[in-house]
């Protein structure tokens, strides 16, 4: 069973361009979760996505980021007009339909954004 | 969800169980104690999580106190390959914001030769 599976693994883009890394979650999983790494800095929650719903997004820059988890397909996050102050690591989690017990989040190896 | 407090840095010779402990003096009734660690440059890995039992499983233990105030986690015979970020969470099964994981600052575990 293959983990969450996120690509690209690095990107790097000049100011000003679009950025959109994807994001496979587990199989039957269907929660996605978007966090972001600073350089030097925790994990923050960006947004909490199911199938074709954004339930959460309360740590979402409020403008030039978006994200999506369609019906079928990867869950996208994009950025665009890119800054420096984007350079990150992105990480996309996944986890199966939610039970009364709580369910376990499973990350994938991240997508290191560097925007020159 | 309930707060966490971690000390902020732990050393653990090779071969040697690693003790990291956790309080969460807060936590409710209803929400469990989640571990989790990052090795540099890669994704957060989960470890092991609990509600009031003990647990273990081919990573580490999770040794939870009787009124649910503090845990242990304990990797059993520390190796090189475990240093690495430590990350205890408490979280609820119906937090408002989805059951997302809020990570603290963690204890940065170094395993010495």
């Known amino acids: 069973n293959a983990g969450v599976m996120q690509n690209p693994r690095h990107l790097v883009r000049r100011r000003g361009q679009e950025a959109r890394l994807r994001c496979s979650p587990m199989?039957?999983?269907?929660?996605v979760y978007w966090y972001r790494q600073l350089p030097e800095e925790g994990l923050k929650f960006m947004v909490y996505l199911q199938k074709e719903n954004i339930i959460d997004e309360s740590g979402m820059p409020k403008e030039r980021f978006s994200a999506e988890f369609p019906k079928e397909g990867p869950s996208i996050l994009r950025i665009q007009q890119v800054v420096r102050g984007d350079s990150a690591a992105y990480f996309c989690a996944s986890s199966p339909p939610s039970r009364p017990s709580g369910n376990t989040i499973y990350f994938g190896e991240g997508s290191w954004l560097t925007v020159v | 969800d309930a707060k966490t407090t971690q000390p902020t840095s732990m050393d653990c010779a090779e071969g040697r169980a690693a003790n990291l402990p956790c309080n969460h003096s807060t936590i409710s009734g209803n929400e469990y104690v989640y571990w989790y660690r990052q090795i540099h440059s890669q994704g957060p890995q989960y470890i092991i999580h609990?509600?009031?039992n003990n647990e273990t499983n081919e990573m580490a233990s999770l040794i939870i106190t009787e009124d649910r105030k503090s845990s242990t986690l304990i990797l059993p015979h520390a190796t090189l390959r475990d240093t690495a970020v430590y990350y205890c969470i408490v979280r609820a099964p119906n937090s408002n914001s989805g059951y997302a994981l809020n990570f603290g600052k963690g204890t940065s575990l170094l395993v010495t030769p």
């Open positions: 609990g509600l009031k």
């Open positions: 199989k039957g999983h269907s929660h």
